[in-house]
T-cell receptor, first 114, second 117 residues
């Protein structure tokens, strides 16, 4: 299994600013994912964070709005840029430890944009 | 495309009541099916899974049977406890359990369960 530390757990940000969310894993993992959970909606995959290369974004998500870093096999950041109230969501980091293991999730970051 | 439909919550039960949370899916192939649970203040964690038709996943007293004929994967527990209060998510993977570097899950909306003593 994997233990994931996600920071911050919550934040309130002003419109137009940015928030960077950190995800630290206690073991090396190949695949890290970033999800968004908007109020009343299901989890939506934003992107897959690849170590040593650019992230792979899902339809509807772009690098300019959600830049991702993956400097090594245990760490990733997601930045939500140019915040608007529509970005108010829970953002979740997830890792795949490979094989038949289930996905592991961080506790999430609850973002409120005012 | 593939999708998951979960019964809406919140669901409120008394301790020792029987629980059913309905989940149906749409998929073109033979997906694997999951129930994840999110306890207050914690991350999502896998509760149980099933990989083929008629499989029954079980854990912590919860069960769900993969029903291909009705495309369902309903979550059940015979006697709930206060500690079962959480949000439950049904999900599917159309790429099976082992999908190399490209595994994605499709999620339901989640069902909030509150169990009163």
């Amino acid at each position: 299994s994997a233990v994931i530390s996600q920071k911050p757990s919550r934040d309130i940000c002003q419109r137009g600013t940015s928030l960077t969310i950190q995800c630290q894993v206690d073991s090396q993992v190949t695949m890290m994912f970033w999800y968004r959970q908007q109020p009343g909606q299901s989890l939506t995959l934003i992107a897959t964070a690849n170590q040593g290369s650019e992230a792979t974004y899902e339809s509807g998500f772009v690098i300019d709005k959600f830049p991702i870093s993956r400097p090594n096999l245990t760490f990733s950041t997601l930045t939500v840029s140019n915040l608007s109230p529509e970005d108010s969501s829970i953002y979740l980091c997830s890792v795949d430890t490979g094989g038949y293991s289930p996905l592991h999730f961080g506790n999430g970051t609850r973002l409120t944009v005012t | 495309g593939d999708s998951v439909t979960q019964m809406e919550g919140p669901v409120t039960l008394s301790e020792e009541a029987f629980l059913t949370i309905n989940c149906t899916y749409t998929a073109t192939g033979y997906p694997s099916l999951f129930w994840y649970v999110q306890y207050p203040g914690e991350g999502l964690q896998l509760l149980l899974k099933a990989t083929k038709a008629d499989d029954k996943g079980s854990n912590k007293g919860f069960e769900a049977t993969y029903r291909k004929e009705t495309t369902s994967f309903h979550l059940e527990k015979g006697s709930v406890q206060v500690s079962d209060s959480a949000v439950y998510f049904c999900a599917l993977s159309d790429q099976g359990l082992w999908a190399g570097n490209n595994r994605k899950l499709i999620w339901g909306l989640g069902t909030s369960l509150a169990v009163n003593p």
